[in-house]
């Protein structure tokens, strides 16, 4: 499985981003894309997720009511709005082959991060 993630780029406090992550290879239904994003110094941290099949999605307290995540057949997207100059990070999309997790650790394909610059 292969990962691309795109879309980064600096907008102002309170804009929306749309980021996307196209992948390839083969995805199945019990899979979960997720969203994690990483501040110079800081662990990785947990964005949001999408089970591949149930499409069910899971989001981290710090982006729940302001991000989305969704997917058509092959690609993942993270919709962010009311963005805040704290979201400023490097976005990397992720696969998990062995079900849902919040921790990096636990999954197996990364794709290459892209930057959000929140600007106040």
């Known amino acids: 499985v292969q990962l691309q993630a795109s879309g980064g780029g600096l907008v102002q406090a309170g804009d929306s981003l749309t980021l996307s992550c196209a992948t390839s290879g083969r995805i199945y239904s019990s899979h979960v894309m997720g969203w994690f994003r990483r501040v110079p110094g800081k662990e990785r941290e947990f964005v949001a997720a999408?089970?591949?099949?149930?499409?069910t999605t899971y989001y981290a307290d710090s982006v729940k009511g302001r991000f989305t995540i969704s997917r058509d057949t092959d690609t993942v997207y993270l919709q962010m709005n009311s963005l805040k100059t704290e979201d400023t990070a490097v976005y990397y999309c992720?696969?998990?082959?062995?079900?849902?997790?919040?921790?990096?650790?636990?999954?197996?394909?990364w794709g290459q991060g892209t930057l959000v610059t929140v600007s106040s």
């Open positions: 992720a696969l998990d082959t062995q079900g849902l997790s919040t921790v990096a650790g636990s999954y197996d394909y």
């Open positions: 999408i089970r591949w099949g149930a499409r």
